[in-house]
């Protein structure tokens, strides 16, 4: 869906690198999300946020920082890459007391 | 603390055959439930969710599924399989947490259907 896009949807870096990737949402939705997904694992929350500059950590949230200066966009930032956040990254929304996500597409990243 | 848990990681059925996939949950509040489902490089679409209303809960695609309270169940039902039902299937729990909403998923469920 046109509603949610996630950019880059592939990514190859070098550890060590920062590395940021972005969600952007035409939704005017006020809940955004940054996952996870690795196998065995399920989705795994890494941070989100309930408004603009209003962040939260989520259970996997180390390494990882976040930013929303604007309510349409929402960035995850890798600091500093490291292989085990090889992975496929989802970001997801949802409105004021709507209880289903709407999720990206998804972004590949391969930290080598 | 909420915790989902799917039995099965794999499972296999035949083209036209029933399809079931189990789903427990714990919660210590009354939960809000999902379905999604994931073809391959897609992200997760909603299937479909549990709100308290009825407690037997139609879906997309001809799935629907049965909140148990007393079994503390979620299962996914399909009649018939189809070819196209092939992909993984994530159950989810919901609980407020300060106003935003505290999903936790299972680890997945991959249909493989069968011709």
């Known amino acids: 869906d046109a509603g949610i896009t996630q950019s880059p949807r592939h990514k190859v870096t070098e550890t060590g690198t920062p590395v940021t990737l972005r969600c952007h949402q035409t939704?005017?939705?006020?809940?955004m999300y940054w996952y996870r997904q690795d196998p065995g694992h399920g989705l795994r929350l890494i941070h989100y946020?309930?408004?603009?500059?209003?962040?939260d950590k989520g259970e996997v949230s180390d390494g990882y920082s976040v930013s929303r200066s604007k309510t349409e966009d929402f960035l995850l930032t890798l600091e500093s890459a490291t292989s085990s956040q090889t992975s496929v990254y989802f970001c997801?929304?949802?409105?004021?007391?709507?209880?289903?996500?709407?999720f990206g597409s998804g972004t590949r990243l391969t930290v080598v | 603390a909420q915790s989902v848990t799917q039995l099965g990681s794999h499972v296999s059925v035949s083209e036209g055959a029933l399809v079931l996939l189990r789903c427990n949950y714990s919660?210590?509040?009354?939960?809000?439930l999902f379905w999604y489902v994931q073809y391959p490089n897609q992200g997760l679409q909603l299937l479909l969710k549990?709100?308290?209303?009825?407690?037997l809960v139609k879906g997309i695609n001809g799935f629907e599924a049965e909140f148990k309270k007393s079994e503390t169940s979620f299962h996914l039902t399909k009649p018939s399989a189809h070819m196209s039902d092939a992909a993984e299937y994530f159950c989810?729990?919901?609980?407020?947490?300060?106003?935003?909403?505290?999903?936790?998923f299972g680890i997945g469920t991959k249909l493989q259907v069968i011709p």
């Open positions: 997801a929304i949802t409105g004021q007391g709507d209880r289903g996500y709407t």
């Open positions: 939704e005017n939705h006020r809940y």
């Open positions: 946020s309930y408004g603009v500059k209003d962040t």
């Open positions: 919660s210590s509040v009354p939960p809000y």
């Open positions: 549990y709100t308290s209303a009825a407690t």
């Open positions: 989810a729990v919901s609980e407020s947490s300060g106003g935003y909403q505290k999903v936790t």
